[in-house]
C-alpha cells in the first residue's frame, strides 16, 4: 500500500476520533504532558500526532500519541495510528503490540484488524494476514482495502485462483485503482506477488 493510501486511512481515522476523547490528567501523568499548552486535552494531542503523521513526521507522531496513550490508556484510535507510525518506521513488533492493544479495546473495530493484516504480510505471517483480513471483512465486508491486503497475501502463500477472486472483488468496489489492476494484469500472466 502507497502511503498517501495509507495516509487517508489515517486521517480519516484522526478525524472520527477528534473531540471523541477529553479524560482527565492524572496527577502522576502530567510530567508526560508539560510541553503541551495547559488544559490540552487527549483528542487535541492525538490530533498533533495525526497531523505529524500526515506530514509524514512518523518518529515525532510517535511521540505525541504515546502522550496521548498516557492520558488515556484506552484510546484505541491512537494505538492504531501508532501502529501506523511504527509500520512506516518500519518498527513491526512495535506496530503488531498496538494493533494487538487496539484490539484488545476495540474489537469491534475493522481498521485495527486490516493494519495488523498489513504488518503480518510485511514480515510475511500471511496465514495471520488472511485470518485478519477474514475477520476485518467479517465486521465491514464493505472496506475493499481488506480485499486486496488478502489478495496479495494469497498471492505470496501461492493461490492465484483465490488471490484473483479477492483483486477482482476490490476492483468491483475501486476501478480506477492503477495497482491493483496491474497487480491483476500479473496474476493472470501467471506472475506472482507483489
Not at 494487538?100 to 473495530?109: C, K, Q, V
Not at 503480518?120 to 465486521?139: F, M, P, Y
Request: charged letters at 30%.
Amino acid at each position: 500500500m502507497k502511503w498517501p493510501r495509507l495516509v487517508l486511512l489515517i486521517t480519516l481515522a484522526c478525524l472520527l476520533g477528534i473531540g471523541l476523547f477529553e479524560p482527565v490528567v492524572h496527577a502522576e501523568d502530567k510530567s508526560t504532558v508539560e510541553r503541551y499548552k495547559p488544559g490540552l486535552g487527549v483528542s487535541s494531542v492525538f490530533t498533533q500526532g495525526c497531523k505529524k503523521f500526515e506530514s509524514h513526521d512518523f518518529e515525532d507522531a510517535v511521540h505525541d500519541l504515546s502522550t496521548a496513550i498516557k492520558m488515556d490508556p484506552k484510546f484505541a484510535r491512537a494505538y492504531y495510528v501508532r501502529a501506523c507510525c511504527r509500520h512506516l518506521l518500519k518498527d513491526y513488533q512495535g506496530a503488531l503490540a498496538d494493533c494487538n492493544t487496539a484490539i484488545s479495546l476495540e474489537p469491534s473495530g475493522p481498521i485495527f484488524y486490516f493494519e495488523r493484516a498489513v504488518t503480518e504480510s510485511r514480515i510475511n505471517q500471511l496465514d495471520d494476514c488472511i485470518k485478519d483480513c477474514d475477520t476485518a471483512l467479517r465486521l465491514a465486508p464493505t472496506f475493499p482495502e481488506s480485499y486486496i491486503c488478502r489478495a496479495h497475501a494469497k498471492s505470496k502463500k501461492g493461490d492465484r485462483d483465490g488471490a484473483l477472486r479477492d483483486c477482482e472483488t476490490y476492483l468491483r468496489a475501486k476501478p480506477d485503482n492503477e495497482q491493483a489492476l496491474k497487480f491483476k494484469t500479473r496474476l493472470l500472466s501467471g506472475g506472482w506477488g507483489l
